[in-house]
């Protein structure tokens, strides 16, 4: 079997690290079943719990700061902030890690948030270092964002240690969210990205290239510090999303957008995707998006689909148009602005996405790969 598809939802067997039951329905489904069963009113009462630990824990140690959310402006983040300070009251310090070539829209969901009325730490990293380490990524995993979303992450573990800041809050556990359960533990508890091979320290030291000048030091914004040092200062990491019922991307959307998100424009084919309301921070989603979908066999328009399938607003059927109008699409503009940062040729650009290609699920027809699945129904 080369792919098989959840029978609930859209989502495909080719996920990294994703689970599926003998039933053949996938883990975030089954989570999304559970939803009915949990006692949320308990869940709020652990979240508020945490939330009056981290207050004394910081006037102990003297901090006005009693939580960190790291932060790209974005729905998520924005319905975090906001949700930390208006319903648990805590007083967030909020830190963006700049993606490399931030987009316009990015700078402004960054300002909106500012003006929302948070203090905002801004860490902008070495750019040559971050196109080295972009190019090194692209061509040996055939991902050219890798290297950007380690700093992503590790920039509020970093800075809650650096600030002495009791509470770092994440937003969605994709173990719970994606169904990429399988090295991930489906809690509340973020401490544990550090178990995916991606997020390790040894993941990050994969990066160290001395023939291209790029050594340990450069990668001090990339690496999450020990759990244990954190865990030993008192420090606690939760997700967000584990503790809200309300929590989902429609629902984060609508919240910021109310608040002053603002979406991209132009054609959502182009985006490869059918909602304007993600990866508003950096063109270069976009293009590995694609490459995902010709590596997975699915994109991004799949993981919206599957959201909605299991939060009632599409059934399975009429879902499968939406993977196949949007799903692995990608303007010409992104991937000419993503060989402009890569400092290569658009020859030279599908060359090594030919590389990474699963012939298993595509061909190519007329100079163009297209799949040989039928979306929704399992592949062999």
């Known amino acids: 079997m080369k792919m098989r598809y959840c029978k609930r939802c859209l989502q495909p067997d080719t996920r990294p ?42 006037r102990k140690r003297g901090n006005e700061y009693d939580c960190i959310i790291g932060v790209s402006g974005g729905k998520d983040s924005t319905f975090q902030a906001i949700y930390a300070r208006e319903k648990l009251g805590l007083n967030p310090l909020l830190i963006n890690c700049a993606p490399d070539e931030i987009t316009e829209i990015g700078r402004k969901n960054i300002d909106n948030l500012n003006n929302l009325g948070f203090d905002i730490i ?35 573990y970093i800075m809650s240690t650096k600030f002495n800041i009791p509470l770092i809050i994440q937003g969605e556990n ?24 991606t997020l390790s320290q040894q993941g990050v030291d994969s990066f160290v290239d001395l023939s291209n000048n790029i050594t340990e030091k450069d990668l001090y914004f990339y690496k999450i510090p020990p759990v244990e040092d954190m865990m030993a200062m008192g420090t606690k990491a939760i997700f967000l999303q584990y503790y809200v019922k309300e929590w989902s991307q429609v629902t984060n959307a609508d919240f910021a957008v109310a608040r002053g998100l603002t979406g991209r424009s132009g054609d959502l084919h182009d985006l490869g995707r059918y909602r304007r309301y993600t990866a508003l921070d950096s063109d270069l989603q976009i293009p590995n998006q694609m490459i995902k979908y010709l590596k997975f066999g699915f994109g991004y328009a799949t993981d919206e689909i599957c959201y909605d399938i299991r939060e009632g607003r599409f059934d399975r059927e009429s879902g499968k148009w939406y993977v196949n109008e949007y799903d692995g699409k990608c303007g010409e503009q992104y991937i000419e602005a993503a060989c402009r940062y890569l400092s290569i040729t658009k020859e030279e650009f599908w060359e090594v996405v030919d590389r990474y290609v699963n012939r298993d699920l595509f061909e190519k027809k007329d100079g163009r790969w297209v799949p040989k699945f039928t979306v929704g129904e399992d592949f062999e």
């Open 174 to 197: 994709a173990a719970l969210t994606l169904g990429a359960a399988a090295k991930q533990e489906p809690t509340g508890n973020a401490f544990s990205v550090t178990q995916l091979d």
């Open 17 to 58: 690290n994703v689970v599926f039951d003998d039933e053949q329905i996938c883990f975030a489904c089954r989570y999304e079943e559970s939803k009915a069963t949990i006692d949320w009113d308990q869940r709020e009462a652990e979240l508020r719990a945490i939330a009056e630990e981290a207050k004394e824990e910081a």
């Open 122 to 156: 801004s860490i902008r990293l070495n750019p040559i270092v971050a196109r080295k380490l972009a190019r090194k990524s692209f061509f040996e995993r055939g991902n050219i964002i890798a290297a950007s979303e380690y700093c992503l992450w590790a920039s509020s």
